[in-house]
C-alpha cells in the first residue's frame, strides 16, 4: 500500500513539474522535455513595415495640421476682439474730445493720416488730458508703414479712425459680416488684395470716402 502511494505521488509531481519546466526551457533554452515547451515563435515581436509607418506619418501630419488651423483660428479671434475694444475705447475718447471743443483732433485735413508703425499716442489733443495713453496694435508685423496699425486723420469737421491691415488684407475673421468695414477698402478705391477688406472702424458721414 505504502509503495503504491509513493508511485501515486511521483507520478503526480512528474506532471506538475512539466508546465513550469517548458516554461523555464522557452525562457533560458535549457534542453528540457520537447513534449513540454511552448512554441517561441509564437511569442516573436514583428516590427512595423514600411506602409505600416507611413500611414503613421500621414495620420500624424493630418493631425498637425488640424491642430495648426485651429490654433490660427483661436488666436485670430483673440486678436479681433481686442482690436474691437481698442478701437471703440479709442473712437469714445476722440468723442469726448468732440464735446469739449466742438471740433475732432485735427491732423491737418483728410489726408494727414496718424498711426503709421504703431505710433503711440498718435491722436493729437487726447493724451493726457482725456487719456494715460491711446492703445495700439501689438501683433503687427513692424519695421514698414505698411502694418497693421491703427490709423486716424481729420480736417476738425469730420474724422475717420481705423484698423487698417496694410497690404496682406485682413484676416479671414474680420471679413466676415463686418458691420464696421471702411468702403472706401472694400471692394473700394483703395481696396486692396482682390478687394479684400482693407479696413474697418469709425467716421463721422462726411470721412466715410476719406
Not at 498637425?64 to 488666436?75: F, R, S
Not at 483673440?78 to 468732440?98: C, M, P, R, T, V
Not at 505710433?119 to 493729437?124: L, S
Not at 469730420?158 to 464696421?180: D, Q
Request: hydrophobic share 35%; glycine share 12%; net charge neutral.
Amino acid at each position: 500500500m505504502g509503495g503504491h502511494c509513493n508511485s501515486v505521488r511521483k507520478t503526480l509531481f512528474e506532471r506538475s513539474r512539466q508546465p513550469a519546466m517548458a516554461v523555464l526551457f522557452c525562457l533560458f533554452g535549457q534542453p528540457l522535455k520537447k513534449e513540454g515547451c511552448m512554441d517561441k515563435r509564437k511569442y516573436q515581436v514583428k516590427g512595423f513595415t514600411i506602409v505600416e509607418l507611413l500611414i503613421v506619418i500621414v495620420v500624424i501630419g493630418i493631425l498637425a495640421a488640424i491642430t495648426m488651423v485651429t490654433y490660427t483660428g483661436i488666436t485670430q479671434r483673440a486678436n479681433y476682439a481686442k482690436e474691437q475694444s481698442d478701437i471703440s475705447s479709442i473712437n469714445k475718447l476722440i468723442q469726448e474730445y468732440y464735446a469739449t471743443n466742438e471740433s475732432y483732433p485735427n491732423t491737418g485735413g483728410s489726408g494727414s493720416w496718424v498711426g503709421w508703425n504703431e505710433q503711440k499716442d498718435f491722436i493729437p489733443g487726447i493724451v493726457p488730458t482725456y487719456a494715460s495713453s491711446i492703445p495700439n496694435i501689438t501683433n503687427g508685423t513692424g519695421g514698414d508703414s505698411y502694418n497693421d496699425s491703427y490709423l486716424y486723420t481729420s480736417d476738425g469737421t469730420n474724422y475717420k479712425l481705423i484698423r487698417y491691415s496694410g497690404t496682406a488684407g485682413l484676416p479671414s475673421v474680420e471679413r466676415t459680416n463686418n458691420s464696421l468695414a471702411d468702403p472706401q477698402r472694400t471692394n473700394g478705391p483703395w481696396g486692396w488684395i482682390n478687394g479684400a477688406n482693407g479696413a474697418w472702424g469709425y467716421w463721422s458721414d462726411g470721412a466715410a470716402n476719406w
